[in-house]
């Protein structure tokens, strides 16, 4: 369970136990945003004691994320250096698509040299199928 709290315009606030917050705020935020401009009262919604939407302009509004600080690394202070398991994936993406696609040229030029070869058979009976005629 999560706690959310919501703050109103008049310094009111409530707090509830949700199983689903990110639903029940949009839910929030939805049922607010549709509100005429005079009817509105929530001024912020807080999930787990932090700031996840707030009144701007005219209309509830979820807040940017801060970036998340990251340890010194040196003059590259901020950057990540990717490591050999992020590089993975890519690498055998790209060795699967070029696998898929010479299995699709070889079938294309089988095809071809089949109908040049006039061997190319084709079912039309639809399979086992008897005809009678009366």
């Known amino acids: 369970m999560v706690k959310v709290k919501v703050v109103y315009m008049n310094g009111k606030e409530t707090e509830y136990d949700v199983d689903y917050p990110k639903a029940y705020i949009a839910k929030i935020m939805d049922s607010e945003n549709d509100l005429m401009p005079e009817r509105k009262a929530v001024k912020e919604i ?61 079938e294309i030029l089988h095809a071809q040299k089949m109908i040049k070869e006039n061997i190319w058979v084709m079912d039309h009976t639809g399979g086992n199928i008897e005809i009678t005629y009366s």
């Open 46 to 106: 807080y999930a787990s004691s932090k700031l996840i939407a707030e009144f701007i302009g005219s209309e509830l509004r979820l807040v940017e994320p801060k970036p998340k600080k990251t340890a010194g690394m040196g003059r590259y202070k901020g950057h990540t250096v990717p490591t050999h398991d992020d590089r993975m994936p890519n690498i055998k993406d790209k060795a699967k698509a070029e696998e898929d696609w010479n299995e699709y040229q070889a």
